[in-house]
Each structure stands twice: as structure tokens, then as C-alpha cells.
């Protein structure tokens, strides 16, 4: 499946904004990413095994908070970071 990519990834993506990844669940969606871009996932999930705060996911437009969500072939993944400055 297509997963969309946000710009302050994209130094793990090789400056791409769409990529391939498979999974039947966000966990293993996100697991093939980190094989495929080591240490992307670490910048979306927590060392408890957490989507981190500042990072949203969506699947078909509606938000996941749980890596467990399962998801399909055809599913549309859109992985969004919040930015913050002071």
C-alpha cells in the first residue's frame, strides 16, 4: 500500500513523500517501513511502543490511535507530525 509521508521524514525516505510498506496492522505497516528506511519508525513511536504525541495517523481519513488498528491493501495511510516553535 501507498503511505504518505510527512517533509520532516523525509530524510529517512530518500526525499520521497509516498512509499510502499505492507502490514495487516499499523505495527507491522510500521515495522516494514523501518526496514525499508531504518529509524523511521523510531521517530513515531515510542520506546513503550507508542504512537509518540506530536505524530497522527491516519487511515482512510480517520485517525488511529492504537498500532494494533488493522488495516488493508487498500487502505489510504497518511502519517502527519505536528511542528512547534516558540
Do not use: C, W
Amino acid at each position: 500500500m501507498t503511505v504518505k509521508i510527512p517533509s520532516p521524514l523525509y530524510s529517512y525516505t530518500e526525499g520521497k513523500n509516498r512509499v510502499e510498506a505492507r502490514g495487516g496492522t499499523l505495527r507491522e505497516l510500521l515495522d516494514d517501513l523501518d526496514r525499508r528506511y531504518p529509524g523511521i519508525r523510531f521517530r513515531m513511536v515510542d520506546e513503550q511502543d507508542r504512537i509518540r504525541p506530536h505524530m497522527r495517523i491516519f487511515v482512510n481519513g480517520a485517525a488511529a490511535a492504537r498500532l494494533d488498528t488493522e488495516i488493508g491493501a487498500e487502505d489510504d495511510i497518511q502519517i502527519l507530525q505536528a511542528l512547534s516553535g516558540g
